[in-house]
T-cell receptor
Framework: AAGVIQSPRHLIKEKRETATLKCYPI?????VYWYQQGPGQDPQFLIS???????DKGSIPDRFSAQQFSDYHSELNMSSLELGDSALYFC??????????FGPGTRLTVL | AQSVTQPDIHITVSEGASLELRCNYS??????LFWYVQSPGQGLQLLLK??????LVQGIKGFEAEFKRSQSSFNLRKPSVHWSDAAEYFC???????????FGKGTKLSVKP
């Protein structure tokens, strides 16, 4: 069965640079969630989209923005990167009222 | 406030022994509950979920969990642990129509031969 695809899998950036993470949901899933997992931490919800509209917002810094496109893929844009942004970033997709399925994650390292 | 507590940070069991990982939740409404497993550096794999109905739910890899409303608990169990079960286990609440997931801090499982 098709799974959630995230790209890139690994990303290394310098401080103050920008990064774009991409997420391709499972076919026919209309909802996308972004989570951030710091080293040794539990995943923290950042933001979600349903039918291309933002549906909920968590602890997402103002330096980050995201959107969901007409083909339902989503991109998380991160600017002015800080050392503390180094983390695993997960995307999950679901049909609106169903279970969230997670992608493999993007490991972002900020140097 | 909604929250999930996993009291055990790290558990070590012998291969073949039984396992129980504890999870307690605080949620205003009837919760949707989940257990996910994460191997080092990997994504989160769904083990099982509870939305409603039978309070004992079966999942993949021989895992099961029981929802106990009176105790606000959703403990994960396996009768016989295999070395490949070594991983980190996260309990979560929310999801579905309840929106984003709230995770516990996780329990790291080690399996000794």
């Amino acid at each position: 069965a098709a799974g959630v695809i995230q790209s890139p899998r690994h990303l290394i950036k310098e401080k103050r640079e920008t990064a774009t993470l991409k997420c391709y949901p499972i076919p026919r899933h209309d909802t996308v969630y972004w989570y951030q997992q710091g080293p040794g931490q539990d995943p923290q919800f950042l933001i979600s989209f349903y039918e291309k509209m933002q549906s909920d917002k968590g602890s997402i810094p103002d330096r980050f923005s995201a959107q969901q496109f007409s083909d339902y893929h989503s991109e998380l844009n991160m600017s002015s990167l800080e050392l503390g942004d180094s983390a695993l970033y997960f995307c999950a997709s679901s049909s609106f009222t169903d279970t969230q399925y997670f992608g493999p994650g993007t490991r972002l390292t900020v140097l | 406030a909604q929250s999930v507590t996993q009291p055990d940070i790290h558990i070590t069991v012998s291969e073949g022994a039984s396992l129980e990982l504890r999870c307690n939740y605080s949620y205003g409404a009837t919760p949707y509950l989940f257990w996910y497993v994460q191997s080092p550096g990997q994504g989160l794999q769904l083990l099982l979920k509870y939305f409603s109905g039978d309070t004992l739910v079966q999942g993949i890899k021989g895992f099961e969990a029981e929802f106990k409303r009176s105790q606000s608990s959703f403990n994960l169990r396996k009768p016989s642990v295999h070395w490949s079960d070594a991983a980190e286990y996260f309990c979560a609440v929310g999801g579905g129509s309840q929106g984003n997931l709230i995770f516990g801090k996780g329990t790291k499982l080690s399996v000794k031969p």
